[in-house]
């Protein structure tokens, strides 16, 4: 398939955190895809950086365009950089598989949302200790569903964008100890193992505290 069939402005530049899970989802699409966007890893606490004026959310990951514009979301920055490589190695062309991946994507994205929440409503009590365990049992629940949905629904261990999404947040809940979903389901556990073990990028892209 041609090369940016779609004439799209080509990527510059993907600005995210290393400890973030969302930016480390399109780090390995950018890596699995073989291209040469670089990362720029931003500084949040850094009053000048200019991650206000690239997305107003100021959220990351966020992707900049060699015409200074910028694309948000990791789930679109995904799309994004598939599209522009053109193989529809990530995201087949529309069609119901397609959207059936979309849906799964989303859900495995989600996993990572609950453990995120979980992770700032305990970080947001540090004095009282007191965080609301009703939102906090509320957010495991979502994980601990999504794990049996994709015990069940496993993916291919190539890298698309439901494996890469899925592999990024089982990685997430693992590193936060938010909910041992492997004992959950071993096979969701052996299913990781054998991602990483297929897409090396898994292992260079795990964060560190």
């Known amino acids: 398939m041609t090369k940016n069939p779609f004439a799209l402005t080509a990527p510059k530049a993907l600005r995210t955190s290393g400890k973030s899970p969302f930016g480390r989802m399109a780090r390995m699409a950018n890596m699995a895809l073989g291209s040469k966007v670089t990362w720029e890893d931003m500084d949040r606490l850094n009053p000048a950086d200019p991650l206000p004026q690239q997305n107003p959310l100021r959220k990351i990951p966020c992707m900049i365009l060699d015409d200074g514009s910028a694309i948000h979301d990791s789930t679109i920055i995904m799309q994004y950089l598939d599209a522009y490589d053109g193989r529809n190695m990530l995201l087949p062309a529309p069609s119901p598989e397609a959207f059936a991946m979309l849906t799964d994507a989303i859900i495995a994205k989600g996993i990572t949302e609950a453990a995120f929440n979980m992770v700032y409503e305990i970080r947001n009590h540090p004095e009282d200790g007191q965080p609301?365990?009703?939102?906090?049992?509320?957010?495991?629940?979502?994980?601990?569903?999504?794990?049996?949905?994709?015990?069940?629904?496993?993916?291919?261990?190539?890298?698309?964008?439901?494996?890469?999404?899925?592999?990024?947040?089982?990685?997430?809940?693992?590193?936060?100890?938010?909910?041992?979903?492997?004992?959950?389901?071993?096979?969701?556990?052996?299913?990781?193992?054998?991602?990483?073990?297929?897409?090396?990028?898994?292992?260079?892209?795990?964060?560190?505290?």
């Open 132 to 209: 609301n365990m009703e939102y906090v049992d509320a957010q495991r629940e979502k994980i601990i569903g999504s794990v049996a949905y994709f015990g069940k629904n496993m993916p291919a261990t190539d890298a698309n964008l439901v494996s890469i999404k899925l592999a990024a947040s089982l990685g997430y809940v693992r590193f936060r100890a938010q909910h041992d979903w492997e004992s959950q389901s071993p096979k969701l556990g052996q299913w990781l193992q054998e991602f990483a073990d297929k897409n090396p990028f898994y292992g260079e892209t795990i964060p560190t505290e």
